[in-house]
């Protein structure tokens, strides 16, 4: 394998070569900004809880978007509580044997309204969850 930090990530099965691709284009900053969607979001969560613990994968996705955001000048779009709460959300409902696409069906909320979805998870209370209705709102 060419780059050995994506090793981990082709070796769980479930990811794809084009999300590995996605992933190094991410954590490189060539991804363009139009790419970089809601749908790209939960995809990068879904792959970084694919191959990592919950706590592990909330810091590693917190700090790619971080990183490729810095690139972009748009650093203070940044929310390291939102993002660590939606991590935490998705990691909630993936089953680790569906691919993507079957937690895409399974999760449709997720993709139509994720603030509802973020806001109904946070309302039932978790030391895990601070602040994100604050966030929402």
């Known amino acids: 394998m060419e ?3 994506m090793e981990k990530y082709t070796q769980c099965g479930n990811t ?6 996605f992933l190094q284009h991410l954590q490189n900053g060539s991804l363009p900004i139009s790419e970089f969607t809601h749908h790209a ?4 969560a879904w792959i970084m809880l694919q191959a990592n613990p919950v706590q592990d994968a909330m810091e590693k996705v917190s700090q790619i978007i971080l990183n490729y955001v810095k690139k972009l000048g748009a650093a203070a779009k940044f929310n390291r509580a939102l993002t660590q709460n939606s991590v935490l959300l ?3 409902r993936m089953h680790k044997d569906l ?9 449709e909320d997720l993709f139509d309204d ?6 109904l998870f946070s309302l039932e ?4 969850r601070t602040n994100t209705i604050q966030i929402l709102k």
Do not use: C, T, Y
């Open 41 to 44: 979001h939960i995809e990068l």
């Open 16 to 21: 794809s070569k084009v999300q590995m691709e």
């Open 90 to 92: 998705i990691s909630k």
């Open 99 to 107: 691919d993507f696409e079957g937690f895409k069906r399974n999760n």
């Open 125 to 128: 209370g978790s030391d895990n």
């Open 3 to 5: 780059n050995p930090i």
């Open 114 to 119: 994720f603030k509802k979805a973020l806001m």
